[in-house]
């Protein structure tokens, strides 16, 4: 099921969501001191390519809290801004609500990368 869900997923709009990561983290990293922070959109990015199956779980310190704030202020609002208003018209529709739940997380996930692990989890 969950390689159904996955595949679906990239057919009708995650490749969009993580092309959005991947032109992020290409953006961070022209400059080296964001080098750390494109590195993180690019591991990040593959949530996003296959997020069913898949769970965030949020530990961070003050080091992740300060670069949480600098990625909200130039990239996350934008990535989160995106995938919840794909997530509310994918919504619309019965159909489209799993999808839609995966956006939201994934949007969750674009106000706050740092100290977030992704973690497999087993469903049918």
Do not use: H
Not at 74 to 84: I, K, Q, V
């Amino acid at each position: 099921m969950r390689i159904l869900a996955n595949t679906l997923w990239i057919i009708f709009g995650g490749f969009l969501s993580s092309l959005g990561w991947i032109i992020s983290g290409c953006l961070w990293c022209v400059t080296i001191v964001g080098i750390p922070v494109g590195m993180q959109c690019f591991k990040l990015s593959s949530i996003s390519l296959n997020p069913f199956g898949k769970e965030i779980e949020y530990d961070g310190g003050s080091v992740s809290f300060l670069m949480n704030v600098l990625w909200f202020l130039f990239s996350g609002m934008e990535l989160a801004a995106m995938n919840f208003l794909i997530g509310v018209l994918l919504c619309c529709t019965i159909v489209g609500i799993p999808f839609g739940k995966q956006y939201f997380k994934i949007a969750k996930l674009a106000l706050a990368p740092f100290g977030a692990t992704v973690v497999r989890t087993n469903i049918l």
